[in-house]
Structures are given as structure tokens and as C-alpha cells.
């Protein structure tokens, strides 16, 4: 089983900056067999990928959108993956929630039904 919370959110003027974290309280040692996703959900939309990190940690994936401004990382050590937002746009003002799946690669790790457990999410909001 996996628990995830996230943190991090908040209230962020355009160009600056945030770190989500999302702690898995529940897997124990078994955190590393999970490729981790963060997706969001802006007002009045659906819900959309923002980039992943696989099982083994060696690869990252992302959205165009967020391409060279965020970066995902993970430390499995402490069950925890990490979501770095730079240069932040008000388009990037969404509900950020983390999810995991067990061994998942290739096109599900874009899709949400991919994943099996997800956090409750965590509101981002950039002011212009």
C-alpha cells in the first residue's frame, strides 16, 4: 500500500519560485518499486500530466509546458519525490497532486489511469 501526502503549495508571484514534496507514508522499503507522477488540475479544466520519474530513478519525463522550468527528482531514502518549479507562469495555477504506480513505464506513466494511488492534492497559485 502507498499513502501520499503532498506539501509545498502555496500563493507565488509570476517568476519565482516553489518546491512540492510528496511523502510516502505507508510503502516502507518498497517506495523504489514505484514510478511517481505529478499531475494538476487548473480551474475549470482537466486534469493534465506534468511530468514523471521512473521506478529506478534514471528517467524523467515532462510536459511541454513545464519543460525546463520544473524538474521531478526523487530520494528514495526518505520515500519522498520532489517537484521543483521555476520561472513560474499564472497558466501554472492548478491543483498539483502526486501519484504512484508499481513498476509502471513507457505511455502510462503519462496517463493517469496509470497510476494507482494519488495524494490529495495541493493548490499552487501565480499571481501575475
Known amino acids: 500500500q502507498v499513502q501520499l501526502v503532498e506539501s509545498g503549495g502555496g500563493l507565488v508571484q509570476a517568476g519565482g519560485s516553489l518546491r512540492l514534496s510528496c511523502a510516502d507514508h505507508?510503502?516502507?522499503?518498497?517506495?523504489?518499486?514505484?514510478?511517481m507522477g505529478w499531475f494538476r488540475q487548473p480551474p475549470g479544466k482537466e486534469r493534465e500530466f506534468v511530468a514523471a520519474?521512473?521506478?529506478?530513478?534514471?528517467?524523467?519525463y515532462y510536459a511541454d509546458s513545464v519543460k525546463g522550468r520544473f524538474t521531478i527528482s526523487r530520494d528514495n531514502a526518505k520515500n519522498t519525490v520532489y517537484l521543483q518549479m521555476n520561472s513560474l507562469k499564472p497558466e501554472d495555477t492548478a491543483v498539483y497532486y502526486c501519484?504512484?504506480?508499481?513498476?509502471?513505464?513507457?505511455?502510462?506513466?503519462?496517463?493517469?489511469?496509470?497510476?494507482?494511488?494519488w495524494g490529495q492534492g495541493t493548490q499552487v497559485t501565480v499571481s501575475s
Open positions: 501519484a504512484a504506480g508499481f513498476r509502471i513505464r513507457d505511455v502510462r506513466l503519462f496517463q493517469g489511469d496509470g497510476y494507482a494511488y
Open positions: 505507508a510503502s516502507g522499503r518498497t517506495f523504489s518499486n514505484y514510478a
Open positions: 520519474i521512473s521506478w529506478s530513478g534514471g528517467n524523467t
